[in-house]
């Protein structure tokens, strides 16, 4: 049988594999690698020069319309990332992006590239920077990644409620300048982009959320004890004392789609996300 399969008779014709045709470099336009010779049949619309397949292409989508990509929420959507990070990485590489994977957490991210290593500005990638947090939401958000520790530790619901929000609020909030209104204003700003970012997620009860894993990659900490300092640094700090100024931004990006959201919330004195 091995005879068979690897002795051609000399007055047959021998026929190349299609794939094996298609694959060297040499007969491939310039600039054009092995990588990029998917093939998937016919094209999925008129007009379609792209040779991804569809769970390929669905899952490029994802990664661009941010904020993450969550693998425990969607095994499937998670297992198609690994199994084409070449590809993805490739396509990513040419909107000057990043694929970055946390597998413990099952996670995945987008970064654009440094700017000064392209030799161009941030205006070269099509994810911007979200709007810096104010010191109180950033004290809250800080708390939220404490509490996500904790719970990943005892391996229970890392969960939150509305009221414990604004209880760390109004505890964090300056002695003597205590507004049941504002500090009510900030909490549900707090809520709507922390939710709107993916970082809290809605459960099945109302004014209860779960705490993303995600929130590791959006506010990293190299040692988890560092926090406590951040939060007292905060606490001292003297020249916000509303506590509603921008202060920080979040080490996380967004796509462009975003802009739209943003144009519809009203403009306030508390920490937009930038």
């Given at each position: 049988?091995?005879?068979?399969?690897?002795?051609?008779?000399?007055?047959?014709?021998?026929?190349?594999?299609?794939?094996?045709?298609?694959?060297?470099?040499?007969?491939?336009?310039?600039?054009?690698?092995?990588?990029?010779?998917?093939?998937?049949?016919a094209a999925l619309f008129p007009g379609d020069t792209g040779v991804l397949p569809m769970k390929v292409r669905q899952a490029l989508v994802k990664l661009l319309k941010?904020?993450?990509?969550?693998?425990?929420?969607?095994?499937?959507?998670?297992?198609?990332?690994?199994?084409?990070?070449?590809?993805?990485?490739?396509?990513?590489?040419?909107?000057?992006?990043?694929?970055?994977?946390?597998?413990?957490?099952?996670?995945?991210?987008?970064?654009?590239?440094?700017?000064?290593?392209?030799?161009?500005?941030?205006?070269?990638?099509?994810?911007?920077?979200?709007?810096?947090?104010?010191?109180?939401?950033?004290?809250?958000?800080?708390?939220?990644?404490?509490?996500?520790?904790?719970?990943?530790?005892?391996?229970?619901?890392?969960?939150?409620?509305?009221?414990?929000?604004?209880?760390?609020?109004?505890?964090?909030?300056?002695?003597?300048?205590?507004?049941?209104?504002?500090?009510?204003?900030?909490?549900?700003?707090?809520?709507?982009?922390l939710l709107a970012r993916q970082l809290l997620l809605t459960t099945g009860l109302d004014d209860v959320y779960t705490i993303s894993n995600a929130l590791p990659l959006a506010l990293p900490f190299d040692n988890i004890g560092d926090i406590p300092a951040q939060i007292e640094a905060l606490?001292?700090?003297?020249?916000?004392?509303?506590?509603?100024?921008?202060?920080?931004?979040?080490?996380?990006?967004?796509?462009?789609?975003?802009?739209?959201?943003?144009?519809?919330?009203?403009?306030?004195?508390?920490?937009?996300?930038?």
């Open positions: 049988m091995t005879e068979e399969m690897t002795t051609a008779d000399a007055d047959s014709p021998v026929v190349e594999p299609a794939e094996s045709a298609a694959m060297p470099a040499s007969s491939m336009g310039s600039g054009v690698t092995p990588r990029d010779t998917f093939v998937d049949g941010g904020p993450y990509v969550d693998g425990g929420r969607d095994e499937k959507l998670w297992t198609t990332l690994l199994d084409n990070q070449l590809i993805l990485r490739s396509r990513l590489s040419e909107l000057f992006l990043t694929l970055q994977l946390d597998h413990e957490r099952k996670i995945a991210v987008l970064r654009p590239v440094d700017p000064e290593a392209i030799g161009g500005s941030a205006r070269s990638s099509i994810l911007r920077q979200q709007r810096a947090l104010s010191r109180v939401e950033t004290i809250v958000l800080l708390r939220l990644r404490l509490l996500l520790d904790r719970h990943v530790t005892a391996q229970t619901d890392p969960t939150i409620t509305r009221e414990e929000i604004a209880e760390l609020v109004a505890h964090y909030q300056p002695a003597g300048q205590q507004d049941a209104l504002r500090d009510s204003d900030v909490v549900n700003r707090a809520i709507t982009k606490i001292a700090a003297t020249a916000d004392p509303s506590g509603t100024e921008p202060l920080i931004e979040l080490d996380a990006d967004r796509s462009v789609s975003d802009e739209e959201a943003d144009s519809d919330e009203t403009p306030a004195t508390g920490g937009e996300a930038k």
